[in-house]
């Protein structure tokens, strides 16, 4: 007999989105949303810098924010989630910590976290070691 916690895990894996590509804090993130309006699902884009992540497996979430008009917008959303229509990675941040919420009291210039292009379809060089 199968324990209570082995049947959610068989549950949620029905759930899991394997078209997410793998992200961390400090990425600058641009997706497309699927949002309601009236009779009909529009997709919304929304690009970003990741400033959270919390949670694992089907409960996993995190946090984009961004820019508007001057004003700074965050919004949170399920990994897994339907409302996203697609992920894509702009460039990765090399940063030091795991939430990013200094970035709410910071504009301009000091708000800048160091990246990383990414280029798709580029090949990631790796050095060999020379034989002595």
């Keep these: 007999m199968a324990s209570r916690i082995e049947k959610l895990k068989r549950f949620e894996e029905g759930f899991v989105r394997k078209d997410i590509p793998p ?4 990425d600058t993130v641009k997706m ?4 309601q309006e009236a009779d009909k699902i529009r997709l919304h884009s929304w690009e970003g810098v990741v400033i959270g992540k919390r949670g694992v497996g089907i409960k996993e979430v995190f946090t984009v924010r961004k820019i508007s008009f001057g004003e700074g917008v965050e919004k949170a959303f399920p990994i897994h ?3 996203i229509d697609s992920l894509k990675v702009i460039s ?3 940063v030091k910590r ?4 200094y970035l709410r009291d910071r504009s301009g210039k000091s708000a ?3 990246t990383e ?3 798709e379809g580029a090949a ?3 050095a060999e070691p020379v034989a002595a």
């Design 124 to 126: 990631v060089a790796v």
């Design 112 to 114: 800048r976290i160091e």
């Design 117 to 119: 292009a990414v280029r």
């Design 98 to 101: 795991a939430k990013l919420f």
């Design 23 to 26: 992200f961390n804090v400090g």
């Design 32 to 35: 497309k949303i699927k949002v």
């Design 81 to 83: 989630s339907p409302v």
């Design 92 to 94: 990765k941040g090399t």
